[in-house]
């Protein structure tokens, strides 16, 4: 027998301010390693006055783009 839960979000989740994360329900092995704390930076340190950026990653190039409306996107 397979036990599922269906989690839905309250209207109002589409206008919030940030964007949130979906938490698991499974549980931590025992004696499993706590989760490290995510590594922030500032997309200033990583674009410095240009407007793109280049990332190598597994062989393939990814470009990291700031747009006119100071939004970021990645692309393949």
Same mark, same amino acid.
């Given at each position: 027998? $397979?036990?599922?839960?269906?989690?839905? =979000?309250?209207? #109002?989740?589409?206008? =919030? %301010?940030? %964007?949130?994360?979906? /938490? $698991?329900? +499974? @549980?931590?092995?025992?004696?499993?390693? %706590?989760?490290?704390?995510?590594? *922030? /930076?500032?997309?200033? $340190?990583?674009?410095?006055?240009?407007? #793109?950026?280049?990332? #190598?990653?597994?062989? $393939? #190039?990814?470009?990291?783009? /700031?747009? *006119?409306?100071? +939004? =970021?996107? =990645?692309? @393949?």
């Amino acid at each position: 027998m $397979s036990l599922s839960t269906t989690l839905s =979000l309250p209207v #109002e989740a589409a206008a =919030l %301010p940030r %964007p949130f994360r979906i /938490l $698991s329900l +499974k @549980k931590r092995p025992a004696g499993a390693a %706590p989760a490290l704390p995510v590594q *922030r /930076l500032s997309s200033r $340190s990583l674009l410095g006055d240009a407007r #793109e950026l280049v990332i #190598e990653h597994q062989g $393939s #190039e990814y470009h990291l783009r /700031l747009t *006119r409306n100071d +939004k =970021l996107i =990645l692309t @393949k």
